[in-house]
């Protein structure tokens, strides 16, 4: 199996994760849809057990996708599989499970103990492998109080390692400097993200786990610029897909013969660019069928992309 390390924890995992937002279902903040629109659990389920049967072992979601819904689900698929699978979740942004309202953020010590008390039961485990800091907007003193309230965490038993999804390069040094810090989540995919975040993960030997690795949806090249998705889907009003989609998509043209040259997918090339970036990078695309986990999991084997693909792609982008 094509496996990566989770940091400083150094426990290997599969090179690719699954992502499991959309399968959380619609949720909102007021009129502004955050989720993926209608999922059918069932199908979510299957998904989740073909993604085990080829090799996945590493699940990445939070307790705000679906406000409750993903982290149930995936506790639901990974009943009994207890030790065959990594478990990342996230914590810090606030919601009403019965209205699916996001209703704010909260990261104070006292909030982070039952949020994290909350997620271990709606994923039935006795510990959380990753547990992930969700609010990006944290001064750096704030996040000392934070990463302490992990260390607790870590100490008590109910988490195993933890980490922060942040963009911001000074947040993820802070978080380092934590004894069990062993990944930083980052937009990064071949048209976003930047690579001092990425820097920070190489020098202090964490995980970049990928989210966005195919900048939702676009890298797939299966959606053309003015695709319309409903109103409960979050991509009808992300930037991604309201005037940046037409420049990400005349990139990915310009690069497809490369990428698709020895036969992968776009979408499989995408998460194989990432690998050839760093070896610290685990994409973690998201999925909603079946049919996208065999593709995204297809990707492992033909692994990075090569030397010469990279070459040529940064002379193009």
């Known amino acids: 199996m094509f496996t990566r390390?989770?940091?400083?924890?150094?426990?290997?995992?599969?090179?690719?994760?699954?992502?499991?937002?959309?399968?959380?279902?619609?949720?909102?903040?007021?009129?502004?849809?955050?989720?993926?629109s209608q999922v059918d659990d069932h199908e979510s389920l299957r998904a989740i057990h073909r993604a085990l049967d080829r090799g996945i072992n590493f699940f990445d979601t939070a307790d705000v996708y679906g406000c409750g819904h993903s982290e149930r689900v995936l506790g639901r698929a990974l009943a009994g599989k207890r030790d065959?699978?990594?478990?990342?979740?996230?914590?810090?942004?606030?919601?009403d499970e019965a209205t699916k309202q996001g209703t704010g953020s909260n990261v104070?010590?006292?909030?982070?103990?039952?949020?994290?008390?909350?997620?271990?039961?709606?994923?039935?485990l006795d510990a959380i492998d990753?547990?992930?800091?969700?609010?990006?907007?944290?001064?750096?003193?704030?996040?000392?109080?934070?990463?302490?309230?992990?260390?607790?965490?870590?100490?008590?038993?109910?988490?195993?390692?933890?980490?922060?999804?942040?963009?911001?390069?000074?947040?993820?040094?802070?978080?380092?400097?934590g004894a069990h810090c062993a990944a930083i989540q980052q937009r990064?995919?071949?048209?976003?993200?930047?690579?001092?975040?990425?820097a920070v993960c190489e020098e202090f030997n964490l995980a970049s786990i990928n989210r966005s690795a195919l900048a939702l949806g676009l890298l797939t090249g299966k959606f053309p610029p003015a695709t319309q998705f409903p109103n409960d889907d979050v991509r009808s009003h992300r930037f991604e897909w309201n005037g940046e989609a037409g420049k990400h998509l005349q990139k990915l043209n310009a690069l497809r013969e490369i990428l698709t040259q020895d036969g992968r997918t776009l979408a499989q090339a995408a998460?194989?660019?990432?690998?050839?970036?760093?070896?610290?990078t685990i994409?973690?695309?998201?999925?909603?069928?079946?049919?996208?986990?065999?593709?995204?999991?297809?990707?492992?084997?033909?692994?990075?992309?090569?030397?010469?693909?990279?070459?040529?792609?940064?002379?193009l982008i």
């Open 130 to 177: 990753l547990y992930q800091l969700h609010v990006k907007e944290v001064d750096l003193a704030q996040a000392k109080i934070v990463r302490d309230a992990l260390e607790d965490l870590v100490a008590a038993g109910k988490i195993r390692w933890y980490g922060w999804s942040t963009d911001d390069p000074a947040s993820a040094r802070e978080f380092a400097r």
């Open 188 to 198: 990064l995919n071949l048209v976003q993200g930047n690579t001092d975040t990425l």
């Open 271 to 280: 998460l194989a660019w990432l690998w050839a970036r760093s070896e610290k």
């Open 84 to 95: 065959q699978v990594i478990v990342a979740t996230k914590f810090g942004q606030t919601f």
């Open 283 to 315: 994409p973690i695309p998201g999925f909603k069928t079946i049919a996208q986990v065999e593709e995204n999991a297809g990707a492992m084997q033909f692994g990075a992309l090569s030397d010469a693909q990279m070459k040529q792609i940064a002379a």
């Open 5 to 36: 390390i989770l940091g400083r924890s150094n426990i290997p995992v599969s090179a690719l994760g699954l992502g499991c937002w959309a399968i959380g279902g619609p949720f909102w903040r007021g009129d502004v849809p955050l989720g993926w």
């Open 108 to 124: 104070s010590p006292e909030y982070i103990r039952a949020a994290c008390d909350a997620s271990l039961r709606r994923l039935s």
